[in-house]
């Protein structure tokens, strides 16, 4: 009945889109860590017991997720789902997932450099004409290896024709399941997927659709594009694009507006002579980043925080590019010098380089009036 109703705009079909998503990203660090959480309702969560109640879930690893806890919860509830003998709240460690991230997203460009990051542990890879294989298939089975090998963690790969297919392949078979949906399966895929499964349907569009009488993927199919844009307005039209496995929008490569590298020190660093150092390593993980991504920036950023936790953020901005290690180090180092150089222990040190332009922008020493020539 679908057919009775027709977009009249094009389905790009000639594109191999792959959507990794990551399981239980925060909570399969922590437990890969620590293989004792394993068996625990593991939260990433501050322990409320000790917020006076406060806080939310940023994720939950499958057993915690069994009583019903998931992300945004606030984690006073999930303290009420789970027995206490069974639960363990665990804080968020963002710089170590952000490391993992980094980690995931080298071996992302080991295919491809069309990369569109959605948050640490998901992303959009445009792999249609990549480095290394002919067949996505392939590839995404070496993607799921090549991810665990290095991180000893599973991600859940979707491979489709456009960015909304390859995501709902993803969600179709998680943790670490791999679902293809060709160009002739499209429909037959959507069909029995429940509504709220479609990307965009939120807490509040649900139950509209629902009142509609559209539950399914085949429900929306059959109802009139018109009549669900009059009704959502651009969403609408959105999801009668979807619900015929519609979406052209391009896999997104977000150009970086910094780029740096911090690292956490344990024990502390005790001395301006071990600063010192370790500022030299920094710069010249920040220096191999930028030549990577044939960058180089005007501002350079140092960050330092102490034992107690207190953080200072100093900058250093120039006319001139920052193009090497001497340049870099010099400029972290006078930043050093003006917070006060070593005062307490230092846990934290991070370099970043911002104002940021492509390599081929050089620095250019333009005279100011023509020279005489000589005689």
Same mark, same amino acid.
């Given at each position: 009945?679908?057919?009775? !109703?027709?977009?009249?705009?094009? @389905?790009?079909?000639?594109?191999?889109?792959?959507?990794?998503?990551?399981?239980? !990203?925060?909570?399969?660090?922590? *437990?890969?860590?620590?293989?004792?959480?394993? =068996?625990?309702?593991?939260?990433?969560?501050?322990?409320? +017991?000790?917020?006076?109640?406060?806080?939310?879930?940023?994720?939950?690893?499958?057993?915690?997720?069994?009583? #019903?806890?998931?992300?945004? *919860?606030?984690?006073?509830?999930? %303290?009420?789902?789970?027995?206490?003998?069974?639960?363990?709240?665990?804080?968020?460690?963002?710089?170590?997932?952000?490391?993992?991230?980094? $980690?995931?997203?080298?071996?992302?460009?080991?295919?491809?450099?069309?990369?569109?990051?959605?948050?640490?542990?998901?992303?959009?890879?445009?792999?249609?004409? @990549?480095?290394? !294989?002919?067949?996505?298939?392939?590839?995404?089975?070496?993607?799921?290896?090549?991810?665990?090998?290095?991180?000893?963690?599973?991600?859940?790969? #979707?491979?489709?024709? @456009?960015?909304?297919?390859?995501?709902?392949?993803?969600?179709?078979?998680?943790?670490? #399941?791999?679902?293809?949906?060709?160009?002739?399966?499209?429909?037959?895929?959507?069909?029995?997927?429940?509504?709220?499964?479609?990307?965009?349907?939120?807490?509040?569009?649900?139950?509209? %659709?629902?009142?509609?009488?559209?539950?399914? #993927?085949?429900?929306?199919?059959?109802?009139?594009?018109?009549?669900?844009?009059?009704?959502?307005?651009?969403?609408? !039209?959105?999801?009668?694009?979807?619900?015929?496995?519609?979406? @052209?929008?391009?896999?997104?490569?977000?150009?970086? =507006?910094?780029?740096? &590298?911090?690292?956490?020190?344990?024990?502390?660093?005790?001395?301006?002579?071990?600063? &010192?150092?370790?500022?030299?390593?920094?710069?010249? *993980?920040?220096?191999?980043?930028?030549?990577? =991504?044939?960058?180089?920036? &005007?501002?350079?950023?140092?960050?330092?925080?102490?034992?107690?936790? /207190?953080?200072?953020?100093?900058?250093?901005? +120039?006319?001139?590019?920052?193009?090497?290690?001497?340049?870099?180090?010099?400029?972290?180092?006078?930043?050093?010098?003006?917070?006060?150089? %070593? $005062?307490?222990? *230092?846990?934290?040190?991070?370099?970043?380089?911002?104002?940021?332009?492509? $390599?081929?922008?050089? /620095?250019?020493?333009?005279?100011?009036?023509?020279?005489?020539?000589?005689?």
């Amino acid at each position: 009945m679908g057919e009775l !109703f027709r977009l009249n705009i094009p @389905n790009d079909t000639s594109r191999r889109i792959v959507h990794v998503d990551m399981d239980a !990203f925060y909570a399969s660090i922590e *437990m890969r860590d620590r293989p004792e959480y394993r =068996k625990k309702a593991l939260v990433i969560a501050h322990d409320p +017991r000790k917020t006076g109640g406060k806080g939310v879930v940023t994720t939950a690893n499958y057993v915690a997720r069994q009583y #019903g806890v998931n992300s945004a *919860m606030p984690a006073q509830e999930a %303290l009420r789902l789970i027995p206490r003998d069974l639960i363990v709240f665990k804080d968020p460690d963002f710089e170590k997932y952000r490391a993992v991230s980094a $980690q995931i997203h080298a071996i992302f460009h080991q295919v491809t450099d069309v990369i569109q990051p959605v948050a640490l542990d998901e992303a959009y890879l445009d792999v249609t004409n @990549n480095k290394t !294989f002919s067949n996505s298939i392939s590839l995404a089975v070496w993607l799921q290896r090549t991810i665990e090998a290095a991180t000893h963690l599973t991600c859940a790969v #979707g491979v489709s024709y @456009n960015k909304f297919l390859a995501k709902m392949a993803s969600e179709y078979n998680k943790p670490g #399941g791999r679902t293809v949906v060709a160009p002739r399966d499209a429909l037959e895929f959507l069909a029995p997927q429940s509504i709220a499964a479609f990307h965009g349907v939120g807490k509040k569009t649900l139950p509209k %659709l629902e009142d509609m009488g559209i539950h399914t #993927g085949a429900d929306l199919l059959q109802y009139d594009p018109q009549a669900l844009q009059r009704r959502f307005g651009k969403m609408g !039209f959105v999801l009668a694009q979807h619900a015929r496995g519609i979406d @052209n929008r391009p896999v997104e490569v977000r150009d970086a =507006k910094s780029i740096g &590298k911090e690292r956490t020190y344990n024990p502390p660093l005790q001395s301006d002579a071990a600063v &010192k150092s370790e500022l030299e390593h920094l710069t010249e *993980m920040v220096l191999t980043s930028l030549r990577k =991504k044939e960058r180089h920036g &005007k501002t350079i950023v140092l960050k330092a925080r102490d034992v107690d936790f /207190n953080t200072q953020t100093k900058r250093l901005s +120039r006319e001139e590019y920052f193009d090497d290690a001497d340049d870099i180090m010099a400029a972290a180092w006078q930043l050093w010098e003006q917070m006060g150089r %070593l $005062q307490r222990p *230092m846990r934290l040190l991070g370099i970043t380089a911002t104002a940021l332009a492509p $390599q081929t922008f050089s /620095n250019v020493d333009l005279p100011l009036w023509e020279r005489p020539k000589a005689d």
